[in-house]
């Protein structure tokens, strides 16, 4: 398995796994196609604020994404990573893509001061694997407000 950054023929690959990932437990809510769309023409666009990771097997099909929010956290004192959506196929899971994806996200920035996740309560098994590779539960409730997009 290779994680290397998304190019522009995953986009088919992006779309769906995106579209799976909104109609999993791993999300509360689901978004317009729109948006993965406008998502992916950011990340062609060498933008320093977004980067997907993709795990491609031998034949460099897509088996799986990350896709990660720069920003920077006074709170935590410095560049902060959200790892904003995780997702494997669903028959390539539990061979430790996951893991290989979370890693090469530290790899990428090893200058981060905070990686950040989130986690529904309906995904047990994620929340499994990210304590396990050391994240940390907080206690904030988040609040959000949304904003009309085209």
Not at 40 to 61: G, H, Q
Not at 121 to 144: D, I, P, T
Request: proline share 5%.
């Amino acid at each position: 398995m290779e994680i290397r950054d998304i190019l522009p023929w995953d986009e088919k690959y992006f779309y769906d796994m995106v579209n799976k990932f909104y109609n999993s437990p791993a999300v509360d809510h689901k978004i317009p196609d729109s948006y993965a769309q406008r998502t992916f023409k950011l990340l062609m666009s060498s933008t320093p604020y977004a980067r997907c990771f993709v795990a491609a097997d031998e034949n460099n099909i897509p088996r799986g994404y990350c896709l990660c929010s720069i920003t920077w956290s006074n709170e935590a004192g410095g560049i902060c990573v959200w790892i904003d959506e995780l997702m494997v196929d669903e028959v390539m899971r539990g061979q430790g893509i996951g893991q290989m994806l979370i890693a090469t996200v530290g790899e990428a920035y090893p200058n981060a001061a905070r990686f950040r996740l989130e986690v529904t309560s309906a995904n047990a098994r994620a929340a499994k694997l990210y304590e396990g590779l050391g994240f940390n539960r907080l206690a904030y409730n988040q609040m959000v407000l949304e904003q009309p997009q085209p």
